[in-house]
């Protein structure tokens, strides 16, 4: 079964350093999201991508975020200066479409902690 | 401001139980609802959807219910097993995109 695969599965990087995080979504899936968790509390949404550049973001996405699809298969997450509340599990998500009815498929997560 | 939340933190079943998962949402432009089971160490996987259109949807063991008039939906399973055990988050979604809001999130922790 196709599934999506993030890399790598725990991160730890100093504060005010750079991290990139990885993603390889389901191979014909065209629209590709990122989200995150803060331990004990509900996951929140990122950024969705689609077509080489970003149809929606959150709050949360600021500047010191941004995403790439650096080449056909891989979709990354950099954070140019990690900042300590940046602390949680980070999903990445794909999916066929962009509309109801239309299920993304979540990766297993990368949990990026930093000191 | 408009979210959605579960009524219950942790909900214990024994074996072979029905299980009733609750859960509020506040945004009422919302016409879009999924369940999610988070197991431990995995990312959320979709159980079921719903639109605001339906009242009731059902899968395979599973049950979704909306009620528009109390902002409430439900997952019922049956049968409850324990591969079962995870953490279960409703979202909404606002109009027909992907961004996805997830509530909190209840643990379901089966008994053998």
């Known amino acids: 079964e196709p599934e999506v695969t993030q890399t790598p599965s725990h991160q730890v990087t100093q504060m005010g350093q750079e991290v990139i995080l990885r993603c390889v979504p389901i191979s014909n899936h065209l629209y590709f999201y990122w989200y995150r968790q803060i331990l004990g509390q509900k996951v929140e949404f990122l950024v969705s991508?689609?077509?080489?550049?970003?149809?929606?973001k959150s709050e949360i996405f600021d500047d010191q975020f941004s995403v790439e699809r650096p080449d056909g298969s891989n979709f990354t997450l950099k954070i140019r200066s990690t900042k300590l509340e940046d602390s949680a599990m980070y999903f990445c998500?794909?999916?066929?479409?962009?509309?109801?009815?239309?299920?993304?498929?979540f990766g297993q997560g990368t949990r990026l902690t930093v000191v | 401001g408009e979210s959605v939340g579960l009524h219950l933190p942790t909900l214990s079943v024994q074996e072979g139980d029905n299980s009733i998962i609750n859960c509020a949402y506040s945004n009422s432009a919302s016409d879009y609802f999924i369940w999610y089971k988070q197991e431990s160490g995995k990312g959320p996987q979709f159980i079921i959807d719903?639109?605001?259109?339906?009242d009731k949807r059902q899968g395979q063991r599973v049950t979704v219910l909306l009620n528009k008039t109390v902002k409430h939906l439900s997952l019922q399973i049956a049968a409850t097993q324990p591969g079962d055990s995870a953490v279960y988050f409703c979202?909404?979604?606002?109009?027909?995109?992907?961004?996805?809001?997830f509530g909190i999130g209840t643990k379901l922790q089966v008994i053998p």
């Open positions: 998500a794909s999916s066929e479409a962009y509309s109801l009815n239309t299920e993304a498929f």
């Open positions: 991508f689609y077509n080489n550049e970003i149809s929606e």
């Open positions: 979202a909404e979604i606002p109009g027909g995109y992907q961004k996805v809001t």
């Open positions: 719903i639109r605001s259109n339906m």
